[in-house]
Nanobody, 122 residues
Framework: QVQLQESGPGLVKDSQMLSLTCTVS??????????WSWIRRPPGKGLEWLGA???????RYSPSLKNRTAISRDTSENQFSLQLNSVTPEDTAVYYC??????????????WGQGTQVTVSS
């Protein structure tokens, strides 16, 4: 059973960088047919997909956040990370790391971390 757990600071200063790490257990981030993504839920709003890194290290980003977002991985630690630059209070949200499965031509969220609250203070 794959498990994902987010870690990182819960409070970030306005204009600085948000950095989170997802530690994966029970499965390898290099296994084929999976992608590893970051999704967030701002207070009172719906889920928003930020981006993902695939099993071979390719990255894809939400167009609205592309210029501020970087996703990377450390295969030796079975971890992947999110960096979101130049944050504002609008980036306050619960952040989730999520495993995405590609099967039958569709992409499906499959396994979720518990989420971590990140607050951007002005």
């Amino acid at each position: 059973q794959v498990q994902l757990q987010e870690s990182g600071p819960g409070l970030v200063k306005d204009s600085q960088m948000l950095s989170l790490t997802c530690t994966v257990s029970g499965g390898s981030i290099t296994s084929i047919n999976y992608a590893w993504s970051w999704i967030r839920r701002p207070p009172g709003k719906g889920l928003e997909w930020l981006g993902a890194i695939t099993y071979d290290g390719s990255t894809r980003y939400s167009p609205s956040l592309k210029n501020r977002t970087a996703i990377s991985r450390d295969t030796s630690e079975n971890q992947f990370s999110l960096q979101l630059n130049s944050v504002t209070p609008e980036d306050t949200a619960v952040y989730y790391c999520v495993r995405i499965i590609y099967v039958g031509g569709i992409l499906l969220p499959h396994s979720w971390g518990q989420g971590t609250q990140v607050t951007v203070s002005s």
